[in-house]
């Protein structure tokens, strides 16, 4: 294998793993994850393990799978901003609207089973754009790395 290819392998999988660390150091700091958001991380996790199995294995093949894991982290990432900015309706499990037309029983059951965290609401911006939103711009970013990967030629 050459040293560039494992180079691009390290970089888009390394990418991810800057992301999820990001991801956590902004959790410590307060910002829990809504559901979106912890969706947003499940494929980093896995472009992380792809890589490291790519680097082992000597797998050029398997590039292919880690750009799909960051296409579909920035898919949700899309998706989430959207919601975040109320162009279509985020899970009901995470979103929320008003309490009109709802009785006292059912406001009391939605608050005891409602989590804490609300997708809709954006809990830190730069730039006018979210986390959700930075996660899929880079997030396409690493998708173009994991295609280069799985393209290069030269791995004599």
Known sequence: MK???KALV???????????????IFQALGYAPCKLCWWQRYPHFAAVAIGLLALVARKQQLAWAGAFAALTTAGLGIYHTGVERGFWLGPSTCSSTG???VSA???LNQIMNA???RC???????FDLSMASWNAILSFALVL???????YRDLA
């Open 10 to 24: 390290v970089v888009a999988a390394g990418g991810s793993a800057a992301l999820l660390v990001g991801a956590y």
């Open 99 to 101: 309490v009109e037309g």
């Open 115 to 117: 989590p804490l965290i």
């Open 3 to 5: 040293r560039d290819w």
């Open 120 to 126: 809709n609401e954006v809990a830190w911006s730069l």
């Open 145 to 151: 790395i994991w295609v280069k990967a799985a393209r």
């Open 105 to 107: 029983d059912d406001l």
